[in-house]
């Protein structure tokens, strides 16, 4: 039987010297906020992003959510990444399963 080779890819930057990865800035709140949720196709996730939604209206006072949908592996379309960009102050995503 002939030996295979398997690559195991790992999902983070490859950074140099003392390169740091710039992380998005954070909120100083979330009261009042708009919050994205991109569904990425996983099994519970509907259940998961009612729970979120109705947590962070409860208890820290997110005013509106602005929910997405797209095919697994495949990204979000064009329009709802720009959307987000404009309307989000946050977003949510890859969460799920």
Do not use: C
Not at 34 to 53: P, V
């Amino acid at each position: 039987m002939a030996e295979r080779e398997i690559e195991v890819l790992l999902p983070t930057p490859e950074l140099e010297g003392d390169q740091q990865v710039r992380l998005a800035p954070r909120l100083e709140a979330l009261a009042g906020s708009t919050i994205g949720l991109i569904n990425n196709g996983w099994l519970s996730l509907d259940t998961t992003y009612d729970e979120f939604q109705r947590l962070l209206r409860s208890q820290w006072e997110v005013r509106e959510f602005i929910v997405k949908a797209k095919a697994k592996s495949s990204p979000l379309p064009q329009a709802d990444l720009e959307e987000l960009a404009r309307r989000a102050h946050a977003v949510i995503t890859g969460l799920g399963n």
